[in-house]
């Protein structure tokens, strides 16, 4: 794909949602990780309907470190993977506090030090917490920027790579939410509705359904 494709692609995307942002609900640049952290293989209505619940009785560090792990895990029980993810959360803020005053990180390597805080996440609250031009490549972002040909890689760190290469920098910092909602809502899995995709001429899929 050249860069004027990608240049409009962006353009288009813009056009349709100015201001993109996740849709995890939070308050707070903790509450933001915690969201991210709990968000993985789970879809945000879930994460969103268990820490509506959580936030409003402990939404600090020290708050969930005083709830403990067993009391966590009840609040964020239909999630994926809650057990680990719950303890991953607990030791995550003990080092908040030990090593950051209770503060969120800004840096990767930080960030990345904590428990269950992977690249992905990290991407992710360094962009929508810190406004830095990174793109954390999910499913959805994997899936998009194979099938039209925006960035393609056989992995997630090389897609990202690559879209950090050939994402105009004037596009960066919303490329994250744009990617992201338009494999949600357009660009699905199983069955692409194309026939309302707003860059269906631009987009490379050999499969297209309209």
Request: glycine share 6%.
């Amino acid at each position: 794909m050249n860069s004027e494709k990608r240049q409009e692609i962006f353009s288009r995307l813009q056009a349709k949602t100015a201001n993109p942002t996740t849709e995890l609900e939070y308050r707070s640049t903790f509450e933001l990780l915690i969201s991210v952290i709990l968000s993985a293989q789970a879809t945000d209505v879930s994460v969103n309907a268990a820490t509506r619940k959580l936030f409003a009785v402990a939404n600090t560090p020290q708050d969930i470190l005083n709830l403990g792990e067993e009391k966590l895990c009840q609040y964020v029980q239909r999630i994926g993977l809650y057990k680990t993810k719950a303890r991953h959360i607990i030791q995550t803020c003990r080092m908040l506090l030990d090593r950051h005053d209770g503060s969120v990180p800004e840096t990767r390597e930080a960030l990345e030090a904590l428990p269950g805080v992977g690249r992905k996440t990290a991407n992710v609250v360094l962009n929508t917490a810190f406004g830095q031009p990174t793109i954390g490549v999910d499913t959805h972002i994997f899936r998009v920027s194979n099938r039209t040909g925006l960035a393609t890689g056989k992995t997630v760190l090389e897609v990202e790579r690559k879209l950090l290469k050939f994402v105009p920098d004037r596009f960066k910092p919303n490329a994250h939410h744009w990617l992201i909602l338009h494999g949600r809502y357009v660009c699905q899995a199983r069955t692409p509705k194309c026939n309302i995709c707003g860059i269906v001429d631009l987009c490379e899929y050999r499969h297209k359904k309209i």
